[in-house]
């Protein structure tokens, strides 16, 4: 996304020629059955910077007709309506050519042969599409209340991680909002955070999920800063077949496992 809007921005300073609309088009994501949404959003971004969005706002013009014997008006507002025309047909031809060509030829040959309108060929994609996205977004909705940070990596890494899953749900028609994700992101920390999530639960401030992620990065900063002989490595359970971040500390001399926030053994 963030290489298409570059290349717009560009874009926005050139007069658009064959070519170049063919290398914005090129940027964008081929059409699959879990990105319908986000590949709408780009092809009206597109069409937005080539001033060829007139579909998406206008319905198609109607002919005018006489009103009246003496209507001194028809001629002006024929001319109107043919100059707007032209420019309604421009932009539902160059939509459909732009969609033809991030269609990959396997899907294509599924839907309508050759469509007259943009807008109902969209709209029959997204109804072909439709039970694919219900079955995505049941996959993410449980990756997302499953996800679970076992103190590999950083625990900013595990939240992004878990905010791209909201985003991805939200291009699905499955938006949820930060207390929602903010539940599930204190749900998935282990036990060693616990004295954190009571202090947030106690506290009548509710956070949005920047300061989420910020105050997490610190919590578990302290944490580590508290035990520095800290060792990153991780130990194999061959019982449950589960990763676990263990720290010995000389200060208590007791050997913990972080990610169920359990003393292990005391030597």
Known sequence: ????????????????TPASIIAYVNVVEKLSGDNFAKLSREIELILVMMDKDHFMRDRAPVAPVAQG????????????????????????????MVMDLIISPTIRGALEKEPKSAKSFMTSIE????????????????????????GQGNVREHIMGMVDIRDKLKDLDCPLNDATLLHHVMISLPPVFEPFKVNYN????????????????????????????????????????????????????????????NVLFMS
């Open 1 to 16: 996304m963030l290489s298409l809007l570059n290349k717009l921005y560009l874009f926005s300073y050139t007069h658009p």
């Open 69 to 96: 014997t003496d209507d001194t008006t028809l001629a002006e507002r024929t001319a109107a309506y043919e100059k707007e025309k032209e420019c309604w047909e421009c932009s539902n031809r160059v939509t459909l």
């Open 127 to 150: 109804e072909y599409f439709k039970g694919s996205t219900k079955s995505n977004a049941n996959t993410l909705l449980s990756q997302l209340m499953s996800a679970k940070y076992n």
């Open 202 to 261: 106690g506290s009548d401030k509710q956070w949005d999920i920047t300061t989420l992620v910020s105050k997490c990065a610190q919590e578990e900063q302290r944490l580590r800063s508290q035990h520095p002989e800290l060792m990153n490595h991780v130990s194999q359970d061959g019982s449950k077949n589960k990763n676990k971040r263990i720290f010995r500390s000389k200060k208590d001399n007791t050997t913990r496992d972080l990610t169920l926030g």
